[in-house]
């Protein structure tokens, strides 16, 4: 293998003195006094253009917190070999596994600047919009109909397994979680019509811990193949996906930290509606049940519990955030009717 990643590194005329392999997937190459890593990427030739405009759009924008890339000597800032492309960017030291970190602030201040810089905005096609809301309340409605039938199920059954237990446990919680959902799709439709305009942003589309480095103070955001340019709403809701499955005090410092994004990227309160939305999907939740049911879940029964209660942490700390915006929506109305008195 060493070999195979010489002759990558040729390209960038590097000769490395070290290669240490970090995962089946990244090497830290050492050369003189200088760090590299090299990526062995998932990208596909489908990919390849929309992962190259991002670095495209960093240097327009000169946002120095997109990880940049370095370029072979053919000018190119990737580099294939047989069937897989690989890029070669700066070493910084980063955390290896999605835990929550503590430092959101900076998180926020990144990704605010970001959406902000590249921000464009969208025409409004008011009549789609409220058959968008109509055809995703349906489809709600249909997940709600969903999880009932699997508690008549479990509960019908002599013995219930602790991961059917369970979900007739959280039934109710869920069961919020649906009643909110379907509040908000309301005052989606209810913002933008009174917002008239939407946004469209370069948004990361895979954020989570292992894809930031917090270096001096800084923090910059490594692997960009799932980039896509959407609202930034969901790059957010992306994010929390993937850490509100931890503890609450983490959900509270996502929380109290939320300004600092605003502060970066200011944003509409049908954005915020949206962001609530998608907080309280419960796909994921569903789509779970349903693999289970259907015995198409490849762990051991724990494992299966710990997805469970993952998915469901989700939803719940989603209510909970949900509840904050919400008291923000509230207090805006209320000072928009003070004002027009």
């Not at 969208?122 to 009932?148: F, G, M, N, W």
């Amino acid at each position: 293998m060493m070999k195979s990643i010489e002759s990558l590194l040729k390209a960038y005329q590097i000769k490395p003195s070290e290669v240490i392999p970090i995962s089946n997937r990244v090497y830290k190459i050492h050369s003189h006094n200088y760090s590299f890593a090299l990526k062995r990427s998932k990208l596909t030739m489908n990919s390849i253009n929309s992962w190259k405009n991002v670095y495209r759009i960093a240097n327009e924008h000169q946002l120095t917190s997109i990880l940049p890339v370095y370029m072979t000597h053919h000018g190119e800032i990737i580099q294939q070999k047989e069937n897989e492309f690989y890029y070669l960017t700066p070493w910084k030291e980063k955390r290896e596994m999605d835990e929550p970190e503590h430092e959101v602030e900076s998180l926020y201040h990144t990704l605010g600047s970001i959406h902000n810089q590249t921000k464009k905005q969208i025409k409004l096609d008011s009549a789609q919009i409220e058959q968008t809301v109509i055809k995703e309340k349906e489809r709600i409605a249909t997940y709600k109909h969903k999880l009932l039938s699997f508690v008549e199920k479990f509960e019908a059954r002599h013995y219930m397994s602790p991961f059917e237990l369970r979900v007739c446990m959280q039934y109710r919680d869920i069961e919020q979680v649906f009643k909110q959902i379907d509040y908000w799709y309301d005052y989606y439709l209810e913002d933008i019509t009174n917002d008239g305009i939407s946004y469209s942003s370069l948004c990361h589309g895979n954020l989570r811990s292992s894809h930031q480095i917090y270096h001096n103070s800084n923090t910059y955001l490594i692997n960009w193949e799932h980039s896509f340019h959407g609202s930034p709403m969901r790059d957010l809701a992306i994010y929390f996906y993937h850490e509100l499955k931890y503890h609450d005090s983490y959900l509270r410092h996502l929380t109290n930290s939320l300004p600092v994004y605003e502060k970066y990227n200011p944003l509409l309160q049908s954005e915020k509606s949206l962001l609530a939305i998608y907080l309280l999907n419960p796909y994921s939740y569903i789509q779970l049940l349903e693999r289970y049911e259907n015995n198409r879940i490849d762990k051991a029964h724990p494992f299966q519990i710990r997805l469970l209660e993952h998915s469901y942490r989700r939803l719940i700390q989603g209510l909970s955030l949900q509840g904050s915006l919400y008291e923000s929506r509230q207090t805006i109305i209320d000072q928009q009717q003070e004002s027009e008195n």
